[in-house]
């Protein structure tokens, strides 16, 4: 089946970056893109980036820009997220989640188990 | 950028049929998709396109659009739809998607 698997929380310091993975598997890696969704404690979910995992295109949030990098690997079907200078807002659970689209509509599916990113002096 | 607004939370008594409503822009141009997620779990996708449930989502679970609102409707709530529900769309300027603040759903 398929299946996104993220990798294990992680607790940075303020201005530290932090990279987390996201392993596809159980269908053709190249054949989708790959969202990044986060979700601050409490909060809703916030879109913040996309990437082709084909050739590596990358769209991201202009809240983001210059701060996230989105990158691929496809010897071994894992996804990335790296976010820099990382404060305490920064402090939430990081999802992937494949995409999906016709002309009329783009929805994700399935989503990783979510990455718990802490930032805390 | 558009935005998706969404009301905060719904309540709904067993048994009923309720709706969940998600406004924006760029549902003028696209479908919503929808999202369930509950307590400590990853959001799952409970609604797509017109009105596409994914295999395993009850048929209880329906979905429509008209104009630049977007509604999820369950008819006949269970317990087990106590959750958060999310839309989504693609921005009508085509380089972001945007989630809605989300509707916590309360079955009395």
Known sequence: QVQLVQSGAEVKNPGASVKVSCKASGYTFTSHWIHWVRQAPGQ?????????ANDGTVIYAQKFQGRVTLTRDVS?????????????????VYYCARDHSNSNCWWFDPWGQGTLVSVSS | SSELAQDPAVSVALGQTVRITCQGDSLRTYYASW??????QSPALVIYDKNIRPSGIPDRFS?????????????????ADEADYYCNSRDTGGNSWVFGGGTRLTVL
Not at chain 2, 67 to 79: D, K, P, R, V, Y
């Open chain 1, 44 to 52: 809703g979910l916030e879109w913040m980036g996309v990437i082709n």
């Open chain 1, 76 to 92: 071994t079907s894992t996804l990335y997220m790296e976010l820099s200078s990382l404060r305490s807002e920064d402090t939430a």
């Open chain 2, 35 to 40: 999202y369930q997620q509950k307590p400590g």
């Open chain 2, 63 to 79: 979905g429509s659009s008209s104009g630049n609102t977007a509604s999820l409707t369950i008819t006949g709530a269970q317990a």
